[in-house]
């Protein structure tokens, strides 16, 4: 083979390896893009799972300290009562005794 062969069949073989690598390439990232895509949405299921369970928890917190604001203010009313009680004991147990 003369030299003019030997650059056309190398320029050949390196035209057809390049093809190759680009379909090789081109597949890997349609794969790759399907891949974000599908894990992104599933980031996305995943975030707006842990919101509407931010959600509920803050409900239940703000349940909680109104529960506890409603409990706070009746104690001091049910002591009050427990005082009232014993007082009504107490004048009960003095007029009998």
Do not use: N, W, Y
Not at 56 to 70: F, I, N, R, S
């Amino acid at each position: 083979m003369d030299e003019d062969a030997l650059t056309a069949r190398f320029t050949q073989i390196v035209e057809s390896r390049m093809s190759q690598l680009q379909l090789s390439l081109s597949r890997d990232h349609q794969e790759l893009q399907v891949a974000l895509t599908r894990d992104h949405q599933e980031m996305m299921d995943l975030l707006m799972r842990v919101c509407k369970r931010l959600s509920k928890v803050e409900v239940e917190l703000d349940q909680l300290a109104d529960d506890l604001v409603g409990g706070a203010a009746a104690v001091p009313q049910q002591a009050a009562s427990a005082d009232e009680e014993r007082e009504c004991e107490c004048e009960h147990e003095r007029r009998q005794g």
